[in-house]
Each structure stands twice: as C-alpha cells, then as structure tokens.
C-alpha cells in the first residue's frame, strides 16, 4: 500500500517531466525530445515577472510572519493567565482552520473600506497581498514556535538573568539560538504557503501585481500549455535540490556532532 501511495504520488510528477521536453504543442501528444518549450519560457516575460513577484512577496511575507509568530507564541506559552488570554489563542490560530475564501473576501472588504474611510490602498496590489500573506502565514509560524518554546529548559534562561543578564540579553544570546531551529522551519513553511496561495491573493491583488499561480491557472483554464510543463519541471527541480542541500547539511553536522562525542569519548 506504502508503494501505491508513493506511485500515486509520485508518477504524474514523472509523466510530467518527461512531457515537457515534448516538442508538440499539444500536452497529450508525445512528438519527439525537444527543449523548445524551456526556451520560450524564458522568453515570457509574464511569466517571469509573475515569479519575480511570487518569490518577493513570499520572501518578505514569511519574514514578517516569523516576527509576529514569534511574539504570539512568547504571549502564548511566557505569560501567565490574563483575561482574554483564551480568546487570543483562538483568534491567533483561527487562519488555521478558517476558508482561504473567507479570509480572502474579509480582507478585500477591509481594503476596500480602508480605501474609501483613509484613502489607503488607493490601488490593490504587492503591498496589500503581503498583507494578507503574512496574516494567515503568522498562524502557522505561531504554532510552530509555540511548540518550540514549551520544550525549552527555562532554567538556562533563569540562570543567566541571576548571573546580570538583562531579559533582552538573554533572549539574543540564550533564547534565540535554542528556538532558531523552529524559526527557520516557520519561515520556510510560510514562505513555501504564500509562494503557493491562490485563493486569497485572487481576492486581495490588482492589476499591477498577479503573483505565479494566478498566472498558472489562467493558462491552465485557457488550456495546459507545455510552458507550464516546463516551469511545473524547475520548480520541482528547485525543490529538489534546496531539499537534497538541506538533507547534505544535516547529515554534516549529525556526522560532526558523533564524531565529537567519539573525541569526548576516547580516554
């Protein structure tokens, strides 16, 4: 069952790489090995804008979350019992289980009520998709890091503010370095859920900012071009290697940490 699953999975992923060095431009027909369609896809600039625009919007989105998910989780897990600490828990992970439709058409009301109340956003576009990015991603990032700090030893952090550390101190050079595994892995999953929203980015952007599913799926309701093939191959291409790198990484440093306790262990 275990390999069923993983061919359901994985084999269109296949089908599909292999399609994209079709030279026909019909996606079902198969007319030889041809790379023609990477070429045009680096001659459209739509495309490439759209990409452009994704990896921005994802990159600044996913950094803003962390900030803000980190000081959710610190108000979640750090402060004692205070009156509305329940509801704000609630409203902190509702994205998570809330409709990307409902969270999108809120947030185009909130715009548009902005608009006419302060006379911002007069146009919607990157800033107002950024917006909603980092509003749902910020969730996730809270979860991730909450779980983080609920594992931490506290007295580490008590010992060093007996010894003078202020609390600031103690959050950069103890706090920090502990949690900065979940921060990392905060920021790449939202970086990799606002690289791949659809639903609310439809709602919140403007004429001046279509992000790359949007421009993948009304391309595909026109029809699936090899082009998107081609681009659907070097995303997993990308994904692949950055995932190959980190697996490299962690090996590396598991090897040199054996290695260490070998040296501690040797008389």
């Known amino acids: 069952m275990l390999i069923l699953g993983l061919l359901f999975l994985y084999l269109p992923m296949v089908v599909l790489v292999v399609y994209s060095f079709n030279s026909s431009r019909l996606v079902t027909v198969w007319a030889g090995f041809s790379g023609r369609w990477y070429l045009e896809l680096l001659r459209d600039r739509q495309i490439l804008a759209a990409v452009w625009t994704s990896l921005r919007i994802a990159f600044f989105s996913a950094t803003m979350a962390v900030c803000l998910g980190t000081l959710a989780a610190f108000v979640m897990t750090r402060f004692g019992r205070f009156r509305g600490k ?130 993948v799926f009304s391309s595909v309701r026109m029809g699936v071009s090899p082009k998107i093939n081609a681009l659907a191959t070097l995303i997993i291409l990308a994904v692949s290697l950055a995932t190959f790198i980190a697996w490299y990484l962690m090996r590396r440093s598991e090897a040199r940490r054996l290695a260490a306790l070998r040296q501690q262990e040797t008389p």
């Open 86 to 215: 329940t509801a704000l828990s609630s409203m902190i992970t509702a994205p998570l289980v809330m409709p990307e439709v409902i969270t999108g058409l809120s947030l185009l009301l909130l715009f548009v009520q902005m608009a006419q109340i302060v006379g911002w956003p007069a146009d919607r576009g990157m800033a107002t998709i950024w917006i909603a990015h980092t509003t749902f991603c910020s969730a996730y990032v809270a979860v991730v890091v909450s779980s983080r700090l609920r594992e931490v030893d506290r007295s580490i952090e008590e010992a060093a503010m007996d010894l003078g550390a202020p609390p600031v101190k103690t959050f950069f050079q103890i706090t920090l370095p502990v949690i900065a595994p979940a921060l990392a892995a905060g920021w790449l999953l939202a970086f990799t859920l606002s690289l791949d929203d659809l639903v609310i980015a439809s709602f919140v952007s403007g004429p001046g900012a279509t992000t790359l599913p949007m421009v």
